[in-house]
């Protein structure tokens, strides 16, 4: 249609007002979530939670894989609600363009604009995108107290025991409380029945088989 498209300046300012609607929004559905959360694990238990006892739940962790952005929630087992999340970054468009140029062609004046920029930067995580799983792990684990009053001591996962590894290192919740892990049966099915058609018609065979059901 050639249409001129926005400036990136243009773009971030819209983008900075949507993103400070949108936190507001996020804190409201996530403390509906919330609520609602403990209120059914505490009629699941039959018992009363006061406004400041704090619940063990079970969760799911869910994360992203190799991309600039993460994205990785923590869903209640009981009801399937998300209860919390964490967005990691290893990109600012800013940082790239406006920075880069500054640092370039004028290095006396980009000191004083990354210092006025550090409070805006999109960039919150510097680690390998393998690694923000359990980076977020530690993120939301550690608030889930101050922030839900819930502690999640079981989480399901998919065999890889970075993340659980991880959690029980640096305690959380302090020496006396373990977090448990829970296998997920699908992905324990999945690699039973690889390993079994790896035992009868080898390597090959197998995951030529995997891909035509779709495995």
Same mark, same amino acid.
């Given at each position: ?99 880069? =140029?500054? #640092?370039? +062609? ?10 006025? !920029?550090? $409070? /805006?930067? %999109? ?38 025991? =970075?993340? #659980?590894? +991880? ?10 409380? !373990?977090? $448990? /892990?829970? %296998? ?32």
């Amino acid at each position: 249609m050639d249409l001129a498209g926005l400036h990136h300046k243009t773009f971030h300012t819209h983008a900075s007002q949507l993103f400070t609607q949108l936190e507001k929004f996020r804190k409201h559905v996530f403390s509906e979530t919330v609520a609602y959360v403990r209120e059914v694990h505490a009629r699941y238990c039959g018992t009363t939670l006061g406004v400041d006892d704090t619940l063990n739940i079970g969760t799911w962790f869910t994360r992203g894989h190799s991309s600039h952005i993460g994205v990785e929630c923590a869903v209640d087992l009981l009801t399937g609600l998300c209860v919390d999340a964490h967005v990691m970054c290893t990109y600012c468009q800013v940082c790239e363009s406006t920075g880069q =140029k500054l #640092f370039q +062609e004028k290095p006396e004046e980009y000191v004083a604009w990354l210092v006025d !920029h550090l $409070d /805006k930067c %999109e960039v919150n995580y510097k680690g390998s995108s393998g690694m923000m799983e359990v980076e977020a792990a530690r993120v939301i684990w550690r608030r889930s107290v101050n922030t839900n009053k819930l502690r999640y001591t079981t989480l399901l996962s998919d065999g890889d025991s =970075k993340t #659980f590894t +991880e959690l029980n290192d640096i305690k959380p919740y302090g020496e006396d409380i !373990h977090i $448990d /892990k829970e %296998e997920c049966v699908n992905h324990v099915s999945k690699r039973l029945g690889t390993a079994l058609r790896e035992f009868n018609f080898g390597p090959a065979a197998a995951a030529d088989s995997a891909q035509f059901f779709g495995f």
